[in-house]
C-alpha cells in the first residue's frame, strides 16, 4: 500500500521528526497501531512502530511469508510464542525492556498479559498491514482503544493475502 491521504509521514527518504502521538494509526481489535516509519521513507527496509493495547486474548497463531519481525518492550508484559518448524518451539512472557525477534515463517501468537505498548520494527512495507487489517483511528488517539474494532474475517483475509500473513488457526502450541 503507497502512502494513505492525510499521512503525516513524507512518503520518501528525507529527514522529519514526530511529536509524541504523531504517526499513521489504526485500531486493530483492541490494539492501537502507530506507525512512526514506513518502507517509503527507507527504500523498504524497515518499518517501525507502536503498539498500545490492554491486557486480552491470545492473538492467534499466524506467520508472515515475508516479513521479519521485532518486538521491545516499552513497558507492560506481552507472552510470544514461537516456532520456527525447524525444532525451535519457544514461550516466553517479556516484561519491560524485554526483546523479541521473530523470523519469517516462524508460526507465532501473542497475549498481552498487561497493558503494554510494544515498539515493533519489520520488514519495509509490512507496517501498512496493520492499516489494512483494522480502522482508522483519530490522529490524536493514544493508549489502547476505547471502543475496539473486531476485523471482519473478509478484511483479515485480504490484508493477509496482500502482506503474506498466513492464519494458522488450527496450529497448536505445545
Ligand atoms: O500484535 C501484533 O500483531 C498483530 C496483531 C493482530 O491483532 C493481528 C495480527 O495478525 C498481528 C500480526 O502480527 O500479524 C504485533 C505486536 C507487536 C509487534 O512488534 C508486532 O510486530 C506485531
Known amino acids: 500500500m503507497s502512502k494513505p491521504p492525510g499521512s503525516v509521514l513524507p512518503g520518501a527518504p528525507a ?24 518502507g517509503d521513507e527507507t527504500e523498504g527496509q524497515y518499518g517501525v512502530f507502536t503498539v498500545d493495547a490492554p491486557k486480552g486474548e491470545m492473538i492467534p497463531p499466524h506467520l508472515h511469508t515475508t516479513a521479519h519481525e521485532i518486538f521491545y518492550v516499552v513497558d507492560g508484559s506481552i507472552t510470544v510464542w514461537m516456532n520456527d518448524q525447524k525444532g525451535f518451539e519457544g514461550k516466553r512472557t517479556l516484561a519491560t525492556g524485554d526483546f523479541g525477534f521473530v523470523p519469517l515463517n516462524t ?8 497493558t503494554t505498548r510494544i515498539l515493533g520494527v519489520n520488514t519495509g512495507g509490512f507496517e501498512r498491514f496493520f492499516l489494512d487489517m483494522g480502522t482508522p483511528a483519530p490522529a490524536d488517539a493514544m493508549g489502547p482503544p ?4 473486531i476485523t471482519p474475517i473478509e478484511q483479515m483475509l485480504a490484508a493477509g493475502r496482500t502482506f503474506g500473513t498466513v492464519f494458522m488457526p488450527d496450529f497448536r502450541f505445545e
Open 107 to 114: 508460526v507465532h501468537a501473542f497475549r498481552m498479559e498487561a
Open 146 to 149: 476505547r471502543v475496539p474494532y
Open 15 to 38: 529527514p522529519f521528526y514526530l511529536a509524541n502521538g504523531e504517526g499513521e494509526k489504526s485500531i486493530v481489535f483492541d490494539q492501537l497501531f502507530t506507525i512512526l516509519l514506513s
